[in-house]
């Protein structure tokens, strides 16, 4: 499904540039140079998800092994797979950046990660927004003990060449680069009082009728 992504949250590009704490307050300058990634990224991101509802147990016996998804998927009986990408002309344009200019490269790779996990969560917002159901943060695989060797069938799970174009390299990374796979829990209603602190610092507070409801979209404020 094609996804209309307005916005790339510009503390989010600088977070992802620095790789650490964001500065407080956070300097004009990288405040510019994330603003122009994020204008450039925008101009040429062609977003696209798709993701399917599953039981978990069945997903726990085959696809989704270890402990630590286990632990995550508790207490939900139906979870969501989803993928998402911002298609392959992200890639190109910090590839051809990369070639003259890899200050600038870090900026459009900042912005290019900021961009699909906003994606992301405006994909989860809109599942919890429907269910009306509390949801797990994201789980991927290589996550904990869920080993990237389950990405294959992953994909496989989501059909996610033909409905999004999205591939694995030889060498076992997505392609396009810029996209992630997920699996999201279905929490049992009512249960999205463990997560009240995620809400207090998320910038939608205000005005959530999500959180008003105490319901929990899961999105990771990490
Ligand atoms: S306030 Fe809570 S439920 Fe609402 S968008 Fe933010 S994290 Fe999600």
């Not at 961009?115 to 695989?141: G, P, Y």
């Amino acid at each position: 499904m094609l996804f209309s992504l307005k916005q790339i949250p510009i503390p989010e590009i600088v977070r992802y540039a620095l790789g650490t704490a964001l500065p407080s307050p956070i300097p004009q300058e990288f405040l510019s140079l994330a603003q122009n990634a994020a204008q450039e990224v925008l101009s040429c991101c062609q977003p696209k998800y798709h993701l399917v509802r599953y039981p978990v147990q069945p997903l726990l016996d085959s696809l989704l092994t270890g402990e630590d998804i286990r632990r995550h998927l508790s207490g939900c009986s139906d979870c969501v797979l989803l993928c998402a990408t911002l298609g392959s002309e992200v890639d190109a344009l910090i590839r051809r950046t990369q070639v003259t200019d890899m200050a600038k490269t870090l900026w459009l790779d900042a912005a290019a990660s900021a961009a699909i996990e906003q994606v992301c969560d405006e994909v989860q917002l809109d599942i919890a927004q429907r269910l009306e159901r509390s949801l797990t943060t994201r789980f991927s695989c290589g996550y904990g003990d869920l080993p990237l060797s389950a990405q294959p069938h992953f994909l496989s799970c989501l059909d996610a060449g033909r409905k999004i174009g999205l591939h694995l390299s030889p060498s076992g990374m997505l392609v396009p680069i810029k996209s992630v796979t997920a699996v999201i829990g279905i929490l049992p209603e009512g249960a999205a009082a463990s997560h009240s602190d995620s809400c207090s610092i998320c910038n939608l507070r205000e005005n959530c009728q999500l959180r008003r409801k105490g319901v929990f979209c899961g999105k990771d404020h990490q």
